[in-house]
């Protein structure tokens, strides 16, 4: 197998043991994801981050083929909030609060129909899923020493939203020493000039915060 991706700024070198390389699939929840959730509640047009499912859908299962490591995240809290700071609980303005019942249960509360991930990219057994009270994974979450014990050294960085939770986790996982890449077709955004502003500013400056590319040249790498 070539170990290169054509990528954005340069081609990205995969690791030689390719089990050190982790797909993280951010918070695609019905919250997200379906009207009655967070953000729909926010006032955002969610319809639109549907059309990169399709393309996500083969980057699993490429991973799951391969018997690569799989990492899911869900932005949730506790029913009783308590890992809910004041500031994230009343920014907004919304038509429902985080904690508030709304047509798929409580707003972005563990456990509840909408906070779980869409049908299409269920976790199986045996995969990671992280459960974070932040925007970034690696915030009160124990990811870095789950990375750090298989040894995972290289991320593809895929989900919802590409400026807010996705961006916030690369630059978290970049500043681990992580080598990053964000997959262009696997994220999405409520607003796409921010997806294109994020594409463009993580891969400035020479990659300064990783790199980017199209699903289809990771594809390509595995074939
Ligand atoms: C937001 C996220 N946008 N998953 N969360 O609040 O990006």
New binding site residues.
Partial sequence: MDLTITALPYEYTLPDDLSKLALVI??MQRD?MEPGG??DALGNDVTRLQAIVPALKELLAAFRTLGLPVIHTI?CHQPDLSDCPPAKLNRGKGSLKIGDEGPMGRILVLGEPGNGIIPDLAPLPGEIVISKPG?GAFYATPLGAILAERGITHLLMTG??TE???QTTMREANDRGYECLMVEDCTESYFPEFKQATLEMVRAQGGIVGWTAPSANVLDTFA
Wanted: with cysteine; hydrophobic share 50%.
């Fill in positions: 951010i918070d997200f967070f953000g932005e925007k919802v939203t807010v939770c996705v």
